[in-house]
T-cell receptor, first 115, second 114 residues
Framework: AQTVTQSQPEMSVQEAETVTLSCTYDTSESNYYLFWYKQPPSRQMILVIR??????QNATENRFSVNFQKAAKSFSLKISDSQLGDTAMYFCAFMNRGSQGNLIFGKGTKLSVKP | DTGVSQNPRHKITKRGQNVTFRCDPI?????LYWYRQTLGQGPEFLTY????????KSRLLSDRFSAERPKGSFSTLEIQRTEQGDSAMYLC????????????FGPGTRLLVL
């Protein structure tokens, strides 16, 4: 069974600085997707970034980028130029491409951006 | 594109009562997922549909839970004889298979069982 581990329950960062959230996963599959979702307080979950396992190039979306280390089964999220609106729970999630496609989530990291 | 919607947003009920939640996916999406999220945890998969067929159910989905997607559009999740342990956020997500792997989430229904 696949598992996703986020070892940082809470983090904080000053506005405009950079922060990295950690995620490790365990799987015997070779074809899968990894995602970072953001869940702001009392608001719905939205996709931040996704990575296909077969792609060696790390995904980037504006201020958000990932460091995908397939051999180490590590998938960290870097947020550059942090903004107050980045304050949220961040969930790392795994999807086995060969399965029914349900997401397996970590427990989340609560990120607070301080002015 | 109106996104995924869920109703009601909040539900308070007494133990032993039945409750039903509704999810309307993004209109062209053929896959619909239900997840449950308890406080301090990530969402956990409950079940999913492809069109009207329910293709997978988690072991978390006890016999008191039933889900339907009768016409392959909206879905309902019913919990019979609710228990306090059912208190959670129930999330719905949809995706377009096989053209897209990204699941888009609704705002959730927060259930409190007294």
């Amino acid at each position: 069974a696949q598992t996703v581990t986020q070892s940082q329950p809470e983090m904080s960062v000053q506005e405009a600085e950079t922060v990295t959230l950690s995620c490790t996963y365990d799987t015997s599959e070779s074809n899968y997707y990894l995602f970072w979702y953001k869940q702001p307080p009392s608001r719905q979950m939205i996709l931040v970034i996704r990575q296909e396992a077969y792609k060696q190039q790390n995904a980037t979306e504006n201020r958000f980028s990932v460091n995908f280390q397939k051999a180490a089964k590590s998938f960290s999220l870097k947020i550059s130029d942090s903004q107050l609106g980045d304050t949220a729970m961040y969930f790392c999630a795994f999807m086995n491409r060969g399965s029914q496609g349900n997401l397996i989530f970590g427990k989340g990291t609560k990120l607070s951006v301080k002015p | 594109d109106t996104g995924v919607s869920q109703n009601p947003r909040h539900k308070i009920t007494k133990r032993g009562q039945n409750v039903t939640f509704r999810c309307d996916p993004i209109s062209e999406h053929n896959r619909l997922y239900w997840y449950r999220q308890t406080l301090g945890q990530g969402p956990e998969f409950l079940t999913y549909f492809q069109n009207e067929a329910q293709l997978e159910k988690s072991r978390l989905l006890s016999d008191r839970f039933s889900a339907e997607r009768p016409k392959g559009s909206f879905s309902t999740l019913e919990i019979q004889r609710t228990e306090q342990g059912d208190s959670a956020m129930y999330l719905c997500a949809s995706s377009l298979y096989p053209r897209g792997e990204t699941q888009y989430f609704g705002p959730g229904t927060r259930l409190l069982v007294l």
